[in-house]
């Protein structure tokens, strides 16, 4: 069996891990798989994540912890472990750092989003939300994006320091800014992309200050995780999901949608775009992503072949 740690996966390209978000969606179109829903265990604020998957080669299981309050013990909010299987055999192949798994493909999937959903000349960004899953969002957004100035917010500002002294050693042709103020942020930025497991919408519902601009939600997966007001999912054009199981699974899709603010029939399937041939003409969209197994076994069989062929991770004998 194969062993990869953090840095081992760290090695593995972004068009690596970007493909294997868009096969999975190829796979969706296809229907060849089989995805359990994924199951949630709660113990007060924390949740236990279990997520299967199976395809035609390899099965994959994810066992995810969030805890929100995990930066009080220097830890991030994210943990887990991730093991491959063979889907012939049942034989186990890898295991694997499930929250850096989770990080790149989640990481992908706004990276993805990011590809057809704005303009290539795309100049300005915020994020909001300095954890882990904010730094791989700010990591792919300049994977796909030369843009000019990023705007990094955080109720930590410590976080969004820490953050912006990160980009700038890896990016450091990009203009960064630290905005106390969601609502400044949101002001400047053409783009703007959360990663958050707040409750409470992160700026003011107001028409105005989101009319013309792209929202990517990547932080709320639960139906009273809501990241985004109102306002946004009312003015944009299109709002796509990654599953629709999102529209139960998350407050911002759940909560319109039960205050019968949206209709139903505005909610469309990501993969639908992934497979059209001229996408969108940049028109101002909102693209909720709660994540799905199906990622997670895409992306890790991409590592864990390339890691077999360049020789990266350690064998372990059970």
């Known amino acids: 069996m194969l062993f990869l740690n953090k840095k081992d996966i760290g090695k593995i390209g972004k068009d690596v891990i970007q493909n294997a978000v868009k096969k999975a969606y190829g796979l969706v179109l296809d229907k060849s798989y089989n995805m359990p829903d994924r199951m949630h265990v709660g113990d007060g604020q924390n949740t236990l994540l279990l997520m299967p998957c199976f395809t035609k080669e390899f099965f994959a299981t994810k066992l995810v912890s969030?805890?929100?309050?995990?930066?009080?013990?220097?830890?991030?909010?994210?943990?887990?472990?991730?093991?491959?299987?063979?889907?012939?055999?049942?034989?186990?192949?890898?295991?694997?750092?499930?929250?850096?798994?989770?990080?790149?493909?989640?990481?992908?999937?706004?990276?993805?989003?990011?590809?057809?959903?704005?303009?290539?000349?795309?100049?300005?960004?915020?994020?909001?939300?300095?954890?882990?899953?904010?730094?791989?969002?700010?990591?792919?957004?300049?994977?796909?994006?030369?843009?000019?100035?990023?705007?990094?917010?955080?109720?930590?500002?410590?976080?969004?320091?820490?953050?912006?002294?990160?980009?700038?050693?890896?990016?450091?042709?990009?203009?960064?800014?630290?905005?106390?103020?969601?609502?400044?942020?949101?002001?400047?930025?053409?783009?703007?992309?959360?990663?958050?497991?707040?409750?409470?919408?992160?700026?003011?519902?107001?028409?105005?200050?989101?009319?013309?601009?792209?929202?990517?939600?990547?932080?709320?997966?639960?139906?009273?995780?809501?990241?985004?007001?109102?306002?946004?999912?009312?003015?944009?054009?299109n709002v796509y999901v990654d599953t629709l199981f999102a529209a139960k699974e998350s407050g911002d899709i759940c909560i319109p949608l039960e205050n019968k603010i949206v209709k139903p029939e505005k909610i469309k399937a990501f993969a639908d775009l992934v497979d059209t041939p001229r996408p969108l003409e940049n028109k101002p969209s909102f693209f909720k992503s709660v994540g799905m197994a199906l990622f997670d076994l895409t992306v890790a069989s991409a590592v864990y072949e390339l890691a077999l062929k360049e020789k990266i991770g350690q064998t372990l004998d059970f």
């Not at 499930?98 to 994020?127: F, K, M, Y």
């Not at 497991?197 to 700026?203: A, D, G, I, K, N």
């Not at 013309?212 to 139906?223: A, D, L």
């Open 66 to 237: 969030v805890f929100p309050n995990a930066s009080q013990f220097d830890q991030p909010a994210v943990n887990g472990v991730m093991v491959l299987s063979d889907n012939r055999s049942g034989q186990p192949l890898a295991i694997m750092d499930g929250a850096a798994i989770t990080a790149e493909r989640t990481g992908a999937v706004g990276g993805l989003g990011i590809s057809l959903l704005t303009d290539e000349n795309l100049e300005t960004a915020g994020i909001l939300g300095a954890g882990v899953q904010g730094l791989s969002q700010a990591r792919y957004l300049l994977f796909n994006r030369k843009i000019k100035k990023l705007w990094i917010g955080d109720v930590n500002s410590a976080s969004s320091e820490k953050m912006e002294a990160i980009l700038k050693k890896e990016f450091p042709w990009v203009t960064y800014g630290i905005s106390k103020n969601s609502e400044d942020l949101v002001k400047a930025s053409q783009l703007v992309i959360a990663a958050t497991t707040s409750t409470q919408p992160l700026f003011k519902n107001d028409k105005a200050l989101v009319k013309g601009k792209t929202f990517i939600s990547i932080g709320s997966f639960r139906p009273d995780m809501k990241e985004f007001p109102d306002a946004v999912i009312l003015t944009v054009d």
